[in-house]
């Protein structure tokens, strides 16, 4: 569930974010990804090794993951009078734990620990935080365009950088500061052009449409930024705590939808409008297949963004699929404006351009950087990113 949502973070730093979408490559995901015939037959599987070992299938996989996963978010979310998003996000656990569950009894999942309360008891305050960062996430895409969305969501990874050198004493390099500096203009340029289009959208009744788009666009960048800082608190905290836990990447997954399902459902019952005509309104009949599936597939997203990354680790080098992950911003940016009608100005697209340059320069600039240390001598433990951290610790245990 942590990336359970999309975004780009699912226990890396982010790029990616999987429930709330679309996540940034760091950590390697351990979901089994068959490297030949005869462990795909082990895994009760078969397909054949010239697709698992193929590069190029992988990276459109990981890509088309984490796109639909976007995409199926924010259609379900977007009904003009939808108000359950604690339930949905319920929901998403729900189908991600029953998945995980299904996957580890058919074998492809093999390194899931069986439940320890000690642990649960210790983890559960990382849920609530995961919590925070899913539910302002949703609140966020509620309110805004996906492509105004993605290019915020860059803003977290310079909390993230400077989280890490006031806690953990890491550094930013000269090339990383200036790909924040691009993040943060497109970010600008981003929230000045939907100003421009809500003020002078050329509707017939300007005044009144006017205010109420900008009505919205506020709740929508004051979600955005509260998911920023509630992502970063979450990622930096996790560090904190992972490595005391043992944790592979999978009992994070696992432990993080289950611990959260409880308090969702409580904030759900509690916080939400459950009454008849409320439920009617949320899921309207003419559109209610479609929400169950959307439902579900986002419970199942997680899943398959988790394989698809295992699997772009694999027959790639990392150095690609940090390329990826910067690239792969632009075909999310631009699935806003194909399949919700996003407005298309010189501003949005400037924005989007920047923003995608401003990933690939940060991109290249952590591949600089990790080259440099590889190059040099250590004369002293070398200072490692939260998601690589947690990733070398749960890779010991």
């Given at each position: 569930?942590?990336?359970?949502?999309?975004?780009?973070?699912?226990?890396?730093?982010?790029?990616?974010?999987?429930?709330?979408?679309?996540?940034?490559?760091s950590?390697?995901?351990?979901?089994?990804?068959?490297?030949?015939?005869?462990?795909?037959?082990?895994?009760?599987?078969?397909?054949?090794?010239?697709?698992?070992?193929?590069?190029?299938?992988?990276?459109?996989?990981y890509?088309?993951?984490?796109?639909?996963?976007?995409?199926?978010?924010?259609?379900?979310?977007?009904?003009?009078?939808?108000?359950?998003?604690?339930?949905?996000?319920?929901?998403?656990?729900?189908?991600?734990?029953?998945?995980?569950?299904?996957?580890?009894?058919?074998?492809m999942?093999?390194?899931?620990?069986a439940?320890?309360?000690?642990?649960?008891?210790?983890?559960?305050?990382?849920?609530?935080?995961?919590?925070?960062?899913?539910?302002?996430?949703?609140?966020?895409?509620?309110?805004?365009?996906?492509?105004?969305?993605?290019?915020?969501?860059?803003?977290?990874?310079?909390?993230?950088?400077?989280?890490?050198?006031?806690?953990?004493?890491?550094?930013?390099?000269?090339?990383?500061?200036f790909?924040?500096?691009?993040?943060v203009l497109?970010?600008?340029?981003?929230?000045?052009?939907?100003?421009?289009?809500?003020?002078?959208?050329?509707?017939?009744?300007?005044?009144?449409?006017?205010?109420?788009?900008?009505?919205?666009?506020?709740?929508?960048?004051?979600?955005?930024?509260?998911?920023?800082?509630c992502?970063?608190?979450?990622?930096?905290?996790?560090?904190?705590?992972?490595?005391?836990?043992?944790?592979?990447?999978?009992?994070?997954?696992?432990?993080?939808?289950?611990?959260?399902?409880?308090?969702?459902?409580?904030?759900?019952?509690?916080?939400?409008?459950?009454?008849?005509?409320?439920?009617?309104?949320?899921?309207?009949?003419?559109a209610?297949?479609?929400?169950?599936?959307?439902?579900?597939?986002?419970?199942?997203?997680?899943?398959?963004?988790?394989y698809?990354?295992?699997?772009?680790?694999?027959?790639?080098?990392?150095?690609?699929?940090?390329?990826?992950?910067?690239?792969?911003?632009?075909?999310?940016?631009?699935?806003?404006?194909?399949?919700?009608?996003?407005?298309?100005?010189?501003?949005?697209?400037?924005?989007?351009?920047?923003?995608?340059?401003?990933?690939?320069?940060?991109?290249?600039?952590?591949?600089?950087?990790?080259?440099?240390?590889?190059?040099?001598?250590?004369?002293?433990?070398?200072?490692?990113?939260?998601?690589?951290?947690?990733?070398?610790?749960?890779?010991r245990?």
């Amino acid at each position: 569930m942590d990336d359970k949502k999309n975004e780009d973070y699912t226990i890396k730093m982010p790029e990616q974010d999987l429930r709330a979408f679309n996540a940034p490559p760091s950590s390697q995901v351990p979901f089994t990804v068959p490297r030949s015939p005869r462990s795909a037959n082990k895994a009760g599987l078969s397909v054949p090794s010239n697709i698992t070992n193929n590069p190029s299938l992988a990276i459109l996989a990981y890509c088309l993951a984490s796109i639909s996963m976007t995409v199926t978010n924010k259609f379900c979310v977007s009904g003009p009078n939808w108000n359950l998003n604690f339930f949905y996000l319920a929901v998403q656990s729900v189908v991600c734990i029953i998945a995980i569950l299904l996957c580890k009894q058919a074998g492809m999942i093999t390194n899931l620990a069986a439940f320890d309360s000690k642990k649960a008891k210790n983890w559960f305050p990382i849920s609530l935080l995961l919590v925070g960062m899913i539910y302002t996430s949703i609140k966020a895409l509620q309110f805004l365009s996906v492509p105004v969305y993605t290019i915020f969501k860059n803003l977290t990874i310079i909390v993230i950088a400077y989280g890490e050198v006031l806690w953990f004493g890491g550094s930013v390099t000269p090339s990383a500061l200036f790909s924040f500096g691009l993040m943060v203009l497109s970010s600008v340029v981003a929230a000045w052009a939907d100003i421009q289009h809500a003020l002078y959208g050329g509707t017939e009744n300007q005044s009144v449409d006017a205010a109420a788009a900008l009505s919205t666009l506020n709740a929508g960048y004051a979600w955005m930024g509260m998911n920023v800082f509630c992502t970063a608190t979450y990622i930096l905290s996790m560090r904190k705590v992972i490595k005391k836990m043992n944790f592979k990447d999978w009992d994070t997954m696992f432990y993080n939808n289950l611990l959260t399902i409880p308090v969702l459902f409580v904030c759900s019952f509690c916080f939400e409008d459950w009454s008849h005509s409320n439920l009617l309104k949320n899921f309207p009949v003419e559109a209610r297949k479609s929400l169950v599936v959307g439902f579900i597939y986002s419970g199942l997203g997680t899943i398959f963004i988790s394989y698809c990354s295992a699997w772009c680790i694999r027959v790639t080098s990392s150095t690609t699929y940090s390329m990826v992950g910067a690239l792969n911003k632009l075909p999310i940016a631009v699935s806003g404006l194909v399949f919700f009608a996003a407005p298309v100005t010189f501003g949005s697209v400037s924005a989007i351009i920047i923003g995608f340059i401003s990933g690939l320069v940060y991109a290249w600039a952590k591949v600089q950087q990790n080259n440099q240390s590889k190059a040099t001598l250590p004369t002293h433990q070398p200072v490692m990113s939260a998601s690589s951290q947690s990733s070398r610790d749960a890779s010991r245990s």
